[in-house]
C-alpha cells in the first residue's frame, strides 16, 4: 500500500521559460495535505504559467515537481485524474442548465459507479447552493454563479486536489464572499490551491500563502507567520501623561527587543517588539502601569495586514532579477 505525502503539491527549483522571457524562476514550493493555499502575487508574475506547469500543459525548462508524489512531467495523466481545475473564466454550454451542465461533465470525469451520478451531481448543487437553480439555462447566470458552477464542475469526481485560477477576481463583494464560504465548505474533502491577487481573501481563508514576483517565491509559509512581519511580535501602548524613564526600562527587561515612541493627539504611542510572547503577555502591561503617573487607554498586541505585507516584500524585492 502507499503511504500517503505529508504535501500534496512540492516543486524542487521549477523554472519555465518563453525565449528570453524567464516566467518561473526556481520555485520552491509545499503545499500541505487538507489546507488551503494562497498564491499570490501581481498580475504578470508567473501564478498561471506555474498552474499550467503543474497540470502538465507545459513543460517545466528546468527543475522539477511532484503532486501526490507522481512526477509532474512523467506522470501527469495520474495526477489529473486526482485533481479538479476552474480556469479564471470557466465556459459553459450555455443553452444547458446547471444540472445538464454537470452530468455531461460528470460522464468523462466522475469515478464513482454511473447510477450515482445523477445523486453526485445534486450534491454538488446543493453544495455551492445552487439547487434551486438548477433548472435554470446557464446563459443567463451571473459571474458568482457561474463562478460556483464552475466549483462544481471541478468536485464533480471527488478530486484529492481542487486548482483554482482566479476563482473570485471578476466577482462582487456578495458573490465573491459566496465562493470563499464554499472554499471553506471544501476543505475537510479536498487540498486547495488557489490563485488571486484579492489579497483580503487570502487573509480570510488561507492556512499557507506564497508570494511570487517576477516568477520568483519572495516568501511562504503559515499565514500567521506571514502576517507577523519582519519585527516579530510587537505590542502597542498608548499612554497619557509623562512617562519619564519608561524607555530605559522597556529596554532594561530582556525580552524586550526594541521599543519606541512617538506623540500623537495629546497621547504617547509605543511599538515594544519582544522575543518572548508569553513573558509579554503576563508581564508587559505591569511594567508600564508600575508608573502611577501614567494613563494606558490602549494595549494590545500589533496586527499586520496582508496588504502591507505583501507591499513591503514585493518593493522590497525590487525587479526579482
Same mark, same amino acid.
Given at each position: 500500500m502507499i503511504q500517503p505525502v505529508d504535501n500534496v503539491i512540492e516543486t524542487n527549483g521549477l523554472s519555465k521559460s518563453f525565449g528570453d522571457v524567464h516566467a518561473l524562476?526556481?520555485?520552491? %514550493?509545499?503545499?500541505?495535505?487538507?489546507?488551503?493555499?494562497?498564491? %499570490? @502575487?501581481?498580475?504578470?508574475?508567473?501564478?498561471?504559467?506555474? #498552474?499550467?506547469?503543474?497540470?502538465? %500543459? &507545459?513543460?517545466?525548462?528546468?527543475? &522539477? @515537481?511532484? +503532486?501526490?508524489?507522481?512526477? +509532474?512531467?512523467?506522470?501527469? !495523466?495520474?495526477?489529473?485524474?486526482?485533481?479538479?481545475?476552474?480556469?479564471?473564466?470557466?465556459?459553459?454550454?450555455?443553452?444547458?442548465?446547471?444540472?445538464?451542465?454537470?452530468?455531461?461533465?460528470?460522464?468523462?470525469f466522475f469515478n464513482g459507479p454511473q447510477a450515482k451520478i445523477q445523486e453526485r451531481c445534486d450534491e454538488m448543487l446543493e453544495l455551492v447552493d445552487l439547487a434551486d437553480k438548477a433548472n435554470r439555462p446557464t446563459k443567463g447566470f451571473s459571474g458568482g454563479e457561474k463562478q460556483r458552477l464552475g466549483i462544481a464542475l471541478a468536485q464533480v469526481n471527488y478530486?484529492?486536489?481542487?486548482? %483554482?485560477?482566479?476563482?473570485? /477576481?471578476?466577482?462582487?463583494?456578495?458573490?465573491?464572499?459566496? !465562493?470563499?464560504?464554499? #472554499?471553506?465548505?471544501l476543505r475537510k474533502y479536498t487540498t486547495i490551491f488557489y490563485s488571486t491577487h484579492i489579497l483580503d481573501d487570502v487573509q480570510r481563508v488561507s492556512d499557507n500563502v506564497a508570494i511570487l514576483n517576477h516568477g520568483q517565491v519572495v516568501t511562504s509559509g503559515p499565514i500567521e507567520i506571514i502576517l507577523s512581519g519582519k519585527d516579530g511580535v510587537v505590542y502597542t501602548v498608548t499612554l497619557k501623561g509623562k512617562a519619564d524613564g519608561l524607555g530605559q526600562r522597556l529596554s532594561d527587561l530582556p525580552w524586550?527587543?526594541?521599543?519606541?515612541?512617538?506623540?500623537?493627539? @495629546? &497621547?504617547?504611542?509605543?511599538? !515594544? /517588539?519582544? /522575543?518572548?510572547?508569553?513573558?509579554?503577555?503576563? &508581564?508587559?502591561?505591569?511594567?508600564?502601569?508600575?508608573?502611577t503617573t501614567v494613563t494606558v487607554t490602549e494595549f494590545?498586541?500589533?496586527k499586520y495586514e496582508l496588504e502591507e505585507v505583501f507591499m513591503e516584500i514585493v518593493k522590497g524585492d525590487g525587479d526579482g532579477r
Open positions: 524562476r526556481g520555485v520552491d %514550493l509545499a503545499v500541505p495535505r487538507h489546507s488551503i493555499f494562497g498564491f %499570490l @502575487g501581481p498580475n504578470g508574475a508567473g501564478k498561471t504559467t506555474l #498552474m499550467k506547469t503543474l497540470l502538465g %500543459l &507545459s513543460r517545466p525548462t528546468s527543475g &522539477s @515537481g511532484t +503532486i501526490f508524489g507522481h512526477d +509532474i512531467v512523467q506522470e501527469s !495523466v495520474a495526477i489529473r485524474e486526482r485533481i479538479g481545475y476552474l480556469p479564471q473564466q470557466p465556459r459553459f454550454i450555455e443553452y444547458l442548465t446547471a444540472r445538464e451542465n454537470l452530468l455531461f461533465a460528470a460522464k468523462f478530486p484529492d486536489l481542487l486548482i %483554482l485560477d482566479e476563482p473570485a /477576481s471578476a466577482l462582487d463583494p456578495i458573490g465573491r464572499q459566496s !465562493v470563499l464560504e464554499i #472554499m471553506e465548505r524586550v527587543t526594541h521599543a519606541s515612541a512617538k506623540a500623537r493627539n @495629546g &497621547s504617547t504611542i509605543w511599538q !515594544v /517588539s519582544v /522575543s518572548d510572547e508569553a513573558a509579554a503577555e503576563a &508581564s508587559l502591561l505591569r511594567h508600564v502601569l508600575s508608573d494590545s498586541r500589533k
